[in-house]
């Protein structure tokens, strides 16, 4: 049988054959061995009710990967500070709040997530009052409306539709949308920002009901100041309980002066 076989493309078969199976044992051996260790992040996402619409709060990158695309406040967890104090420590640098309720909403771990290392974040939200915060804006700093936002850095366009999910669900089980209401507010306020949190239009009638009905909705014996409309009772809310099994909370006080 030999006789009609190249024995020069039969010796390159077994060589071929030799070779693979040597470099087949190094990577089975390099998959049980691994060393290769990986990075932790937290990135912040910070939603906010202005010009009737959902915005959400971004920096643009100054470094690569991404240099100069849009992205969710984040950065890398020092070796000396748990998760939580990353997360207030970032959101401080980059957008000078220090004073924020957030919740701990997922952990994001796809291999891919970032093209040069392996890299996990914890990813936090919260709900604000823009007018809350001094927020300068800058070209390298700025709310973006959700429903128009320019293309994202890593999966940051995941992790904010993440985090509008997860406040919808919980809209079912407490009023976070109070948040993003001052702390008088009438009835229309609560329903608009609702509707941007939900994505859709409410029944007026309906939702008056079920608001009515919300634990913790207190009914003031004031109104609105307004030459232009019919004044519309102020509501306010009290002893709202933000604590969820599938939450984690985090807050930092401001300090008495």
Known sequence: MLNFVNKNKLLTYVKFYFYYIIDYRDREFMIFNETKTH???????????KYDALHVLLVKRTTEPFKDKWAIPGGYVRLSENLDQAALRILKERTNIDNVY??????????????NARVITCAYFA??????FN????????????S????????????????????RERLELCPVAYQLLNEKFTLTEMQKAYELIMGKKLDKRNFRKKALATQGLI????????????P???YTFKDIKLNSKRAHFISKKKEKK
């Open 219 to 230: 009914e003031l014996d004031e109104f609105t100041k307004s030459s232009s409309k019919r």
């Open 127 to 132: 709900l604000v009052r823009a007018e809350d």
């Open 135 to 146: 927020i300068v804006t800058t070209p390298e700093l700025g709310w973006h409306k959700i």
């Open 148 to 167: 128009d936002m320019p293309p994202l850095a890593f999966d940051h366009k995941d992790i904010i539709e993440y985090s509008l999910k997860r406040t």
């Open 102 to 115: 957030l919740e701990q909403l997922y952990t994001f771990g796809d291999p891919l997530r970032h093209p």
């Open 232 to 234: 519309a009772r102020l």
């Open 39 to 49: 990075e932790i992040t937290v990135d912040v996402v910070i939603m906010t009710m």
